[in-house]
């Protein structure tokens, strides 16, 4: 469409002129800015949980524009790639600082993510007619793991290497084409140069476009259907109260109000951020792990192998499908597909469907080696998540209307989530591999029985406008 050309008095400012030259010329991006900026209605409720969401914009600009410095140095060759990370950090200049920024924009890429998606969790914000913005989401979660996973091989350092193998040699577990696939990932025998290679061009250049992408239909999906907030009243609803123009009375323009909020939290997060940077990059061990320091050695397995902590809770759950936690899945199966036989309103053929179905699970949990179990569950963790918009049958959606004992098990649903945390990063023990059974269980039984305790309890009358108190 044809935009009209906007006239300028010849009186107006120079500043005013130069605008009016360019908004003439790109008109596109001023109604872009006004779409989604300046005529952005957001509602004036949000909180610091409304935060993190741009904040993961600015980690995800930290990382490309370090990782675009990093790459002038960095050599992605076996021989010479844990070399070249320890020049940069010792010979080039502001090479350390990069690094460090690197590393440390890795975790707090996912802190502010976990944090982001938690609030997602606690106003409900996944629910309709937010399901798409929550799925682009979800997708953001596992390009993120995936960048994350293949960034951690290219210091080659030893952590770096046997990583990747415990990993990959997974894929080798899946029945018929395993050991294929695996060979077909790594593009050798063992994680070798090949690897190194294609990881590399993974981590710098395939997965940062689809996450750009996904961000950007995660916005855009956003924008379309506009914002939730703490009260998860929608403030835009046909019937929700506007002003004589048609502006929800209960949103604010998101520039400048939100943009102060978000620069506040911004300037909050880079005091944390660089602190860690300059003072405790390595942080214990948990941003950089120590045995990542020892160059890769195919022939020196090291003792204890843990991912980094961010990926630790999936990784508990792999390592709690033990053989003998294949009996207690099967309960699981045969015990669902009889309440759904004997209590779900399904028509009879629906009933032998289900009958049949848990019969074909049961023999396959029965004949296929745990180990793939154990991969099945720990994706099956992250897929999961990509369901909650149909899960979740509770009439209202924030936290703040539901009933009071939801709240209760959304604590324990977190202290769960950091205790499988805190297990994977330990050695294997017999009380850890029992405590994180449960806790898979736990993990699983909260989304699968969802519809069911959802639905339980009285909820508190919703009201018609945002709570908002000025300040
Ligand atoms: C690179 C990662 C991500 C970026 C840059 C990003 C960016 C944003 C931004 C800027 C917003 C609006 C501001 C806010 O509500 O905080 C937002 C909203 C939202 N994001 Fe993300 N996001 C990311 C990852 C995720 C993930 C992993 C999920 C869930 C699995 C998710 C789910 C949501 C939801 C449901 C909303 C709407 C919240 C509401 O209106 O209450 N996002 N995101």
Redesign the pocket.
């Known amino acids: 469409m044809a935009h009209e050309f906007k006239e300028i008095s010849p009186n107006a400012s120079a500043g005013a002129k130069v605008t009016n030259w360019f908004e003439n010329r790109f008109p596109t991006a001023f109604d872009a800015y006004r779409v989604h900026m300046s005529e952005y209605y957001a509602p004036k409720n ?1 909180n610091f ?6 904040l ?2 600015v ?2 600009v930290i990382q490309i524009v370090t990782g675009i410095f990093l790459v002038m140095h960095y050599k992605p060759d076996a021989a010479l790639a844990f070399a070249s990370v320890e020049y940069i950090m010792r010979d080039v200049p502001w090479g350390w600082l990069i690094r460090y920024m690197h590393s440390t924009g890795a975790s707090a ?1 996912f802190i502010v ?1 976990y944090l ?2 938690f ?2 969790l606690i ?1 409900g ?2 629910r309709k007619p ?1 399901e798409l ?2 799925i ?3 997708a ?2 596992l390009a ?1 793991m995936a960048e994350a996973f293949m960034g951690y091989l290219l210091p080659w350092g030893q952590m770096s290497y046997w990583g990747a193998q415990v990993i990959v040699n997974l894929f080798a577990a899946i029945p018929f084409v395993g050991p294929d696939l695996a060979l077909l990932i790594r593009g050798d025998f063992v994680v070798g140069d090949a690897t190194l290679n294609r990881f590399f061009s993974f981590h710098v250049i395939a997965v940062p476009l689809v ?1 750009l992408g ?2 950007v239909a ?2 855009l999906a ?1 924008h379309d259907v ?4 703490p009260d998860g009243v929608e403030i835009k609803a046909p019937n929700a109260p506007k002003d004589a123009k048609g502006k929800p009375l209960d949103g604010v323009p998101f520039h400048p109000y939100y943009t102060v909020h978000d620069i506040f939290a911004l300037s909050m997060f880079l005091m944390a951020f660089t602190a860690v940077v300059f003072f405790a990059p390595e942080f214990g061990g948990y941003f950089l792990e120590y045995n990542n320091f020892i160059p890769a050695d195919p022939m020196v397995t090291p003792l204890h192998i843990a991912p980094v902590w961010y990926f630790t809770p999936f990784y508990s759950m792999l390592r709690a499908i033990t053989s003998e936690m294949m009996y207690a899945l099967i309960a699981c199966v045969v015990a669902g597909a009889l309440i759904g036989v004997v209590k779900g309103k399904l028509p009879g053929f629906l009933k032998a469907g289900v009958v049949v179905a848990a019969l074909v699970a049961v023999v396959l949990m029965l004949s296929i080696d745990a180990k793939f179990w154990g991969v099945v569950v720990m994706g099956g963790a992250v897929i999961i ?1 990509f369901f909650l918009p149909w899960l979740d049958t509770c009439a209202v959606k924030s936290i703040r209307y539901r009933p009071t004992w939801h709240k209760y098990l959304y604590a324990v649903f977190v202290i769960n989530f950091l205790i499988l945390g805190y297990l994977g990063v330990q050695p294997p023990s017999p009380v850890g591999e029992r405590v994180s059974q449960v806790g898979t269980l736990f993990y699983f039984g909260f989304f699968l029985l969802m519809p069911w305790w959802s639905s339980l309890g009285a909820t508190k009358p919703v009201p018609d406008r945002v709570n908002f108190t000025a300040h």
């Open positions: 949000f949980w409304y935060v993190f969401g741009s993961a914009l980690v995800l890429f993510v982001h998606m609030r997602g106003y914000s996944y937010r913005v929550w682009f989401g979800c953001i979660f993120l996450l996904l961000v995660h916005l956003l506009g914002s939730n907030n998540l």
